[in-house]
């Protein structure tokens, strides 16, 4: 009964539409389905020709889109990701998984979607999420790995990366935290310089006058 009850729960979470799931609360990331409009205006890639791994599930393209970048360095702290994919099935149930990979560590997902659905090769199935790197992603050129996974049994069906794809690789981002301007101040103490070098001999030529009237006067 207990594992039941375990089974419902993790399902009732998996069905949730939207629900974002973030790896320790470092990013926020919000989702969107086939109905609900959206437009990337500057996407980096479209149909994607090689992949990791693909059963009879597959991607058809992933659009990607980069902003933020508040301290203009070139590494940004928001990714927009869209992707189509299709099916030889007329229906299969799949969640989508992605994580970012740096130049030195280890992986990271940062998000897992809620459950979808395909429909054969039907345009109007994709999913979109927009993500804003909240903490704990230095700057760097990370690669992006997005996976299928069946919806009911878990088992992966797709598999998707920077490897197969130089366009899912080489991603300038980072962290909100550390996108932000840096406020500097030069503050340039002046000593001395004419005006003190002439005063310093006016100083000396009273000294000097001083002791040649007293050389005098003896």
Known sequence: MKNFSL???????LYWPGQAVSSELSSL???RRSDKPVSLKHHKAATVTTQSYQSHVWFYSVDLYLSGDRNANGYYHRLEVELDADTSEPYQPVFAEFSLLPSYGSERVFYTSSVFELYRQSP?????????????????EYLLTIRL??????????????FDDANLDLLALEDINRDSRVQTSTTVAVSGGSAGIFSLLAVCLVAGWRHYRVLRAE
């Open 7 to 13: 089974l419902l729960l993790t399902a009732l979470w």
């Open 29 to 31: 990331t919000t989702e």
């Open 124 to 140: 109007n199935d994709w999913l979109a999420i927009d993500t804003v790197l909240q903490s704990q992603f230095a700057p760097d």
């Open 149 to 162: 996974f069946d919806a009911n049994t878990g088992y992966l069906l797709a598999e998707v990366s920077g």
